[in-house]
C-alpha cells in the first residue's frame, strides 16, 4: 500500500514539474502580449484547467491501458517511469528548452517497462489496429507515433492559415483598433487554451495513477480496503468505454499542475514569448484558438500530444504568416532538438534507473 501511494505522490511531483513546461506554454502568448498580468493568467489557468480535467478520460485511458501492458508496470516500475521524466523535464526547463512533458512520461513508461520485461518487446502495445476507424486504434504509433507528427504539422500549417485570414480580414482596421479588439478576445482564446490543456495534460498524470491502481487490484492488493478507501479499486476498461478516475483525483492532479505553473513557468514563457517571435494580441489569439483546437482534437481521440508541439508549432506558424524574417530559427532548431530528444532520453534514463533497482533487488 506504501507503494501505491508513493506512486501517487511521484505522479503529483511530476504534474508540478509538468507545470513548469505545459501550463507555462499554453499561457506564454496571453502574458507575452500583456493582455493578462502572471497572476491573472496563472488564476486563469487554474480555473479552466480544472474544468478541463473533467472533461473526459480518453487519454487517460490510453496512459493506463493503452501503450504497455499493464501486468509489469508494478509500483516500482511506474516510480522509475515518473523519476526519468522527472529528471528530464527539470533538466529542459533549467535551459528554458520547452521539451514535451507527455513524450518524457511516455518515454520513460516504455523504457521502465521494457527493463522490467527484460527485453521482451511485446510489453510495449505498438500497434492494434481498429477496422472501423483509425482513430479508435490503439497502441505507440496510433496514440503517441502518428500524432507526434502530426500534431506540430497542423499546429505550424493551422496557425500560418488562421494569422493570414485574419491579416486579410483586419487589412484595413488601424493598428490600434485591433490591438483593442484583440486583447479582449485573447481573453476567450486564453480561456480556450485552458481549458484544452486540462482536457489533455491534466490526464496523463491521472492515467499513471490509474495504472498503478489497475496493478495494485488485478494482484489483489485491495481485496480487504476499509470502505472509504474502496475508490482505490480500478479494472480495465471494456472495448471503448472510457476509464473511471475517482474525482479527487482529477481535482487534485489539476491543481497540482497550476501550482507548478504559479512557481517556476516563467524559463518557458520567456522563451515561447519573447525569444521565439514578437507577438501582439492578434498573433497570440491565433496561435491559442490554433493550439487549444489541436489538443481539443486529439483529446477526444485519447492520444496525448504535447502541449509544446501544439502552442510552439502555432506560434512558429504565425510568425511564419508574419514573414520569415519574425521568426528566429536559431530557438526554434533548440527546440526541435528538445523534441527529438525527449523520447529517447526518458526513456533510455527510465531503462537504467530499474536496471539499477533490478541490480539491488528491489525489482525481480
Same mark, same amino acid.
Given at each position: ?25 499554453? +499561457? ?11 497572476? #491573472? ?21 490510453? +496512459? ?18 515518473? =523519476? ?101 478576445? #485573447? =481573453? ?14 491534466? #490526464? ?36 471503448? #468505454? ?26 518557458? +514563457? ?28 486529439? /483529446? ?20 511564419? /504568416? ?13 527546440? +526541435? ?7 529517447? /532520453? ?19
Amino acid at each position: 500500500m506504501l507503494l501505491i501511494f508513493t506512486v501517487i505522490f511521484a505522479a503529483l511531483v511530476f504534474t508540478y514539474i509538468n507545470g513548469f513546461h505545459d501550463t507555462a506554454n499554453s +499561457i506564454a502568448t496571453v502574458i507575452a502580449t500583456k493582455v493578462l498580468s502572471p497572476r #491573472q493568467a496563472v488564476l486563469l489557468a487554474a480555473v479552466t484547467n480544472l474544468l478541463g480535467a473533467f472533461a473526459g478520460t480518453a487519454v487517460a485511458t490510453t +496512459i493506463a491501458s493503452g501503450l504497455v501492458d499493464p501486468q509489469v508496470a508494478t509500483s516500482e516500475v511506474l516510480i522509475c517511469a515518473l =523519476l526519468a521524466g522527472i529528471a528530464w523535464n527539470l533538466l529542459t526547463w533549467w535551459f528554458g528548452m520547452p521539451a514535451s512533458s507527455s513524450h518524457s512520461l511516455v518515454g520513460g513508461l516504455c523504457g521502465a517497462c521494457l527493463a522490467a520485461a527484460h527485453n521482451h518487446w511485446n510489453v510495449l502495445v505498438w500497434s492494434v489496429p481498429n477496422q472501423e476507424h483509425w482513430w479508435l486504434s490503439k497502441g505507440l504509433l496510433w496514440k503517441v507515433i502518428v500524432p507526434m507528427v502530426t500534431s506540430p504539422l497542423c499546429g505550424l500549417v493551422l496557425g500560418f492559415l488562421v494569422m493570414g485570414l485574419l491579416y486579410f480580414l483586419l487589412r484595413n482596421w488601424r493598428s490600434a483598433t485591433v490591438n483593442k479588439t484583440f486583447g479582449k478576445l #485573447q =481573453l476567450l482564446s486564453s480561456a480556450y487554451m485552458g481549458f484544452s490543456h486540462g482536457t489533455n495534460d491534466a #490526464q496523463k498524470t491521472m492515467g499513471i495513477i490509474a495504472l498503478a491502481l489497475l496493478t495494485g487490484t488485478s494482484s489483489g492488493l485491495f481485496n480487504h480496503l476499509p470502505g472509504w478507501l474502496s475508490f482505490l479499486k480500478a479494472t480495465l476498461p471494456q472495448g471503448n #468505454q472510457p476509464l473511471a478516475i475517482a474525482a479527487w483525483i482529477k481535482v487534485l492532479c489539476a491543481l497540482t499542475m497550476c501550482a507548478g505553473t504559479a512557481a517556476g513557468g516563467w524559463r518557458i +514563457i520567456k522563451t515561447l514569448g519573447h525569444k521565439m517571435v514578437r507577438l501582439h494580441p492578434v498573433h497570440g489569439f491565433a496561435a491559442e484558438t490554433t493550439a487549444a483546437t489541436v489538443l481539443v482534437t486529439a /483529446a477526444h481521440f485519447g492520444m496525448p500530444v504535447s502541449t509544446t508541439h501544439a502552442v510552439t508549432t502555432s506560434i512558429m506558424g504565425v510568425g511564419c /504568416a508574419k514573414g520569415l524574417n519574425h521568426l528566429k530559427l536559431d530557438v526554434a532548431e533548440r527546440i +526541435i532538438w528538445a523534441w527529438i530528444m525527449t523520447l529517447p /532520453a526518458s526513456g533510455a534514463l527510465a531503462y537504467l534507473l530499474v536496471c539499477f533497482a533490478q541490480l539491488a533487488g528491489w525489482i525481480s
